[in-house]
């Protein structure tokens, strides 16, 4: 059984309970890796990271700007397809050997595959997956997952403005290529074999049934499949069906740093796809912002501030229109925002009910939280 990640770093003193503890709600909240989690929130860099998992796979680790200028002929070795069903960039040829970049080198299978594929013997390299998703983007085309866009951004900001004397000793722990082809990249993803509960076991997420074929959900059924929910996607998916059930309109947003990020959405039974890209700034007047600033609902048509708008637009709502907007609060923090939309009498009726929804999706989130530090010990 492979130790998971966590114990590793705890075990080496490059982090502490309290910050594994800390990223370990933060991956659990925002369904990114423990590792990506740990380098977000500054408990550890970026390259310290990929060095040490460097040293425990025995493998070596790509150089920082190693994967920003590879020659096409060794691109051409690895097609497309490839690249993207395995993440893997090839970056040198030596003879009849290429170098393989990988976000998980013990992927013997893909090892196995790029060399039938190419006839070379393949020497597999540590890298980001992050700075593979770059490679990706930039020499296939192959768009990456708009999550670690969001993530790149964060930590370029605060890389951005941070002092450059404070760099001096940190420089070599921080310097790796981004997607921009700046020559920085801003987050990492460790190998599968490391991470262990980016889901549990044998999990597979379904996608949001159309109301027409779904069965009816009531509390009770709710109640027993968050109980038994494996990741946050799957309390999502809970949550906007039986929203989709029970109101015109429903929708679920997740608040990160300074934004609501568009979660899951339904109206008329159908999957809003377009606002899992849509983001309302907290920065400016909104009834997120008052949600998230009182930790209380609020209910009625919305004021029209440019955010506001934003909100109605994204779920096609004209302005006179009734909404419900209520947190969903965890350790006294407001991590998500549940929206729905009816006439004022039924969401009056209906307030309490999802009062106590809401406070079964914190505890549901809590659940994940402890069943993946049982996982990670």
Known sequence: MAIKLGELLLKEKLITTEQLDEALKSHTLFGIKLGSSLIELGFISDEQLCRFLSNKLGV????PRAMSSVPQEVLGLVPAELAAKYRVI???VEGKKLALAMGDPTDFKAIDEVAFVTGCVVIPHIVPDVRITAALSKYYQIRGDIRYIKI???IANKRRFTP???KVEKAENISIPMMNESGELLNIEIPLEFEGFGSLPDYVDDPIAEAAGADSYSVDRLSIEFA??????QIANIFIKYLGQEFTVGALFIIRNNMAVGWRGIASGKRIEELENMNILLSKPSVMRDVLETRQFAMGSLIQTPENKVLLKSLSINSGTPLLVLPIVMLKKVVA????SADMDALGKRLQEL???????SLAFEMLIIKNKILMT
């Open 164 to 166: 450059v004397e404070e």
């Open 90 to 92: 090839p970056i040198k």
């Open 60 to 63: 070596p680790a790509v150089p």
């Open 228 to 233: 038994s929910a494996k990741n946050r996607d």
């Open 355 to 361: 009062q106590k929804l809401v406070y079964k999706a």
């Open 337 to 340: 925002v549940v929206v729905v």
């Open 152 to 154: 790149e951004g964060e």
